[in-house]
């Protein structure tokens, strides 16, 4: 894949990212202020599990470009080890890599809440 084009995939998730974000805020928030001092069952499910989806997507995301980076400084050794010029790391991967859990999560989440109501 040309960098072009790995640039546009990341301007892309992160166009989707920015678009998601406040959609599902919003929605969120709103049944927050309806659920009022005692949330029902429903609501409380969407609540804890808000919580826990944002650690598990920055971990999922931080081992992701870990790895990623890893990888890179690997295969730079290895072309260094052999006398060959070292490639550049790519950085478009590593951030794809750590864009790709929370841009997954957020989307996700805007498609589910915008099929449910708030009540």
Same mark, same amino acid.
């Given at each position: 894949?040309?960098?072009?084009?790995?640039?546009?995939?990341?301007?892309?998730?992160?166009?989707?990212?920015?678009?998601?974000? &406040?959609?599902?805020?919003?929605?969120?928030?709103?049944?927050?202020?309806?659920?009022?001092?005692?949330?029902?069952?429903?609501?409380?499910?969407?609540?804890?599990?808000? /919580?826990?989806? !944002?650690?598990?997507?920055?971990?999922?995301?931080?081992? /992701?470009?870990?790895? /990623?980076?890893?990888?890179?400084?690997? !295969?730079?050794?290895?072309?260094?080890?052999?006398?060959?010029?070292? &490639?550049?790391?790519?950085?478009?991967?590593?951030?794809? !890599?750590?864009?790709? &859990?929370?841009?997954?999560?957020?989307?996700?989440?805007? !498609?589910?809440? /915008?099929?449910?109501?708030?009540?």
């Amino acid at each position: 894949m040309t960098n072009r084009r790995k640039t546009q995939r990341l301007v892309r998730q992160s166009s989707e990212l920015a678009l998601a974000v &406040p959609q599902v805020m919003a929605h969120r928030l709103t049944r927050m202020a309806l659920a009022g001092p005692i949330p029902n069952a429903r609501d409380r499910r969407e609540f804890d599990g808000m /919580a826990q989806e !944002k650690v598990h997507a920055f971990w999922q995301s931080w081992f /992701a470009m870990g790895w /990623a980076t890893t990888a890179a400084m690997q !295969k730079t050794w290895m072309a260094m080890l052999q006398g060959a010029r070292a &490639p550049a790391i790519d950085l478009h991967q590593i951030a794809a !890599k750590g864009m790709a &859990p929370v841009h997954r999560k957020a989307t996700a989440n805007a !498609k589910r809440l /915008a099929r449910t109501s708030l009540r």
